[in-house]
């Protein structure tokens, strides 16, 4: 079992920056790929940037590369995004995922944290 818990998010205006972090804990050795995923309201769950632990390969959605990077501190178990120049339609809670990497990327992960909100006004 692996827990995860999302934080950092808040409100922002358009071209700002958030940095979300997510911890984990439990088994974390179960956790060979982390990934972060959005859900605005009305719309399906959004695959945003996933990483492997091992050797910290990184991958991201189109429509967010160049603008937010996904890092991780395996000392601490901690996921972070760093989220820059943001837009006001990715409004979203964002969560964190934990699995197989194969898992992670298809959004099927067994573990996932309960979120954190992120609004961008305009």
């Known amino acids: 079992q692996v827990m995860l818990a999302e934080s950092g998010g808040g409100s922002v205006q358009s071209g700002g920056s958030l940095r979300l972090s997510c911890a984990a804990s439990?088994?974390?050795?179960?956790?060979?790929?982390m990934g972060w995923f959005r859900q605005a309201p009305g719309k399906e769950r959004e695959w945003v940037a996933t990483?492997?632990?091992?050797?910290?390969?990184?991958q991201y959605a189109e429509s967010v590369t160049g603008r937010f990077t996904i890092s991780q501190d395996n000392d601490n178990n901690t996921l972070y995004l760093q989220m820059n120049s943001l837009k006001p339609e990715e409004t979203a809670k964002y969560y964190c995922?934990?699995?197989?990497?194969?898992?992670?990327?298809?959004?099927?992960?067994?573990?996932w944290g309960q979120g954190t909100q992120v609004t961008v006004s305009s």
């Open positions: 995922a934990a699995d197989y990497c194969y898992r992670v990327v298809a959004g099927t992960s067994q573990y």
């Open positions: 439990g088994s974390t050795w179960l956790s060979y790929c």
């Open positions: 990483i492997t632990r091992r050797n910290e390969n990184a």
